[in-house]
């Protein structure tokens, strides 16, 4: 089971960290990743962690001013999020072993999501 929390509403240049709280035995040996949807369009891939932190992916729209990070004692995901803009209102959903890992058309969970509103 995932639970994201920390969205909001914020104006443009803001800043928000999105946090995921998993149960599970598996989470710990299992990617994570971030996606966001905005109503009426495809689920898009925001940022993925390795299961140990080592490694960590993201979007395009996301480098430079998004970072994902991990706290596996916690069993802990976190999405801390800058300089945001309009364009990044959506909901944004957690998941657990995305695959393919941008994609996330097989996963072990999604969250319920958050809403993150971006306010020009």
């Known amino acids: 089971q995932l639970v994201e929390s920390g969205g909001g509403s914020v104006q443009t240049g803001s800043s928000l960290t999105l946090s995921c709280a998993a149960s599970g035995r598996t989470f710990s040996s299992a990617s994570m990743a971030w996606f966001r949807q905005v109503p009426g369009k495809e689920r898009e891939f925001v940022a993925a962690?390795?299961?140990?932190?080592?490694?960590?992916w993201y979007d395009d729209s996301a480098k430079g001013r998004f970072t994902i990070s991990r706290d596996n004692s916690k069993k802990m995901v976190y999405l801390q999020m800058n300089s945001l803009k309009p364009n990044d209102t959506a909901v944004y959903y957690c998941?657990?072993?995305?695959?393919?890992?941008?994609?996330?058309?097989?996963?072990?969970?999604w969250g319920q999501g958050t809403q993150v509103t971006v306010s020009a």
């Open positions: 998941a657990a072993n995305p695959r393919p890992l941008r994609v996330g058309t097989e996963t072990n969970g």
């Open positions: 962690i390795s299961w140990n932190g080592d490694v960590s």
